[in-house]
């Protein structure tokens, strides 16, 4: 028993070790690159372009760019693929919304990786999933290749490059060079958080649209209810207030006094109905003289005042 055991662990660990082996990302040294390193200059610097890398990046609007530099001797096998993850959102993608590779030669051509494949594959030792959609290889006529991935869309991918194993090779620029798988699990199980083409488009124009209509050059005239109910209040003790009527005197003293006098003359004054009331008459001459005297008396002291 303790026979077959062994040899069912033995034969387990060998296909294991094969499918490592022949998988197309596991023989790759993986670096993550950074959302900074948007051109070639600051990207990572592989002074051998032969060995085997696998670059995870993450393109996180549109037109985003993540770029490279490798090095390979004249005569050297260029050798390098675009992938994506085998997951949603990248796999949903139509292909003119897919990641976009170009590669600029020593002498300042260039190759446009369009994807043009779509070939889904597993890679067991990572247990992640992959779909190459670009894959280009030619002689190399020497000298310092640059690596640019852009897109119109939020998307996740992968550039794998080199076909030598040789895993901890040196490399510049790559501040994170220590991440290793767990960067690569972080890098897969998190989509990228952006949005769609369309959706970026449909607020741009709802923004436009909603930008050309005026304002309303009428503003409403609205008060809270607190301010109503105290200009409510206001009103009305102001209304519950009367009037002061303080008359204004301004006629002359004289004046005053006369119209005084006449008035108490016509008010002791009896109607006359024929005959006349001799009683009467001996009572009203003293009223009237005296009346007159006073008013007599005030002329003369306004006189003595005026000319003081």
């Excluded at 062994?6 to 197309?24: D, Q």
């Excluded at 901890?168 to 960067?183: F, I, Q, S």
């Amino acid at each position: 028993m303790n026979f077959y055991t062994k040899l069912f662990s033995f034969v387990s660990t060998g296909l294991l070790l094969l499918l490592i082996l022949a998988s197309p990302a596991s023989a790759h040294d993986p670096l993550i690159l950074l959302p900074e390193q948007k051109t070639p200059l600051n990207g990572p610097f592989l002074p051998d372009g032969t060995i085997s890398f696998a670059l995870y990046g993450s393109l996180l609007e549109k037109n985003d760019t993540r770029a490279f530099q490798f090095y390979l001797d004249s005569d050297d096998r260029l050798d390098i693929s675009l992938l994506i993850p085998n997951l949603e959102p990248e796999n949903q993608m139509p292909q003119e919304k897919l990641p976009r590779l170009f590669l600029y030669r020593p002498d300042g051509s260039e190759v446009e990786g369009i994807s043009d494949l779509y070939t889904p594959f597993d890679e067991p030792f990572s247990m992640t999933r992959y779909v190459r959609i670009f894959e280009y290889v030619e002689k190399s006529s020497g000298g310092v290749y640059q690596v640019e991935v852009t897109g119109i869309n939020p998307v996740r991918f992968t550039v794998a490059i080199g076909y030598i194993e040789s895993f901890g090779t040196p490399v510049e620029n790559v501040p994170n060079r220590d991440a290793g798988r767990t960067g690569i699990f972080d890098w897969y199980q998190n989509p990228v958080e952006g949005k769609p083409l369309e959706t970026l488009v449909e607020e741009t124009v709802t923004t436009t649209v909603q930008e050309s209509i005026p304002e309303n050059t009428f503003p409403a005239i609205e008060k809270n209810p607190e301010t109503l109910v105290e200009e409510t209040v206001t009103t009305t003790i102001q209304e519950s207030i009367p009037e002061t009527t303080v008359p204004v005197i301004d006629k002359p003293t004289e004046t005053t006094i006369e119209k005084t006098v006449a008035n108490k003359i016509q008010e002791g004054t009896p109607e006359t109905t024929g005959g006349t009331d001799t009683s009467s008459r001996k009572i009203f001459i003293p009223v009237v003289a005296g009346l007159v005297t006073v008013l007599l008396l005030a002329k003369t002291l306004k006189r003595k005042n005026s000319s003081n």
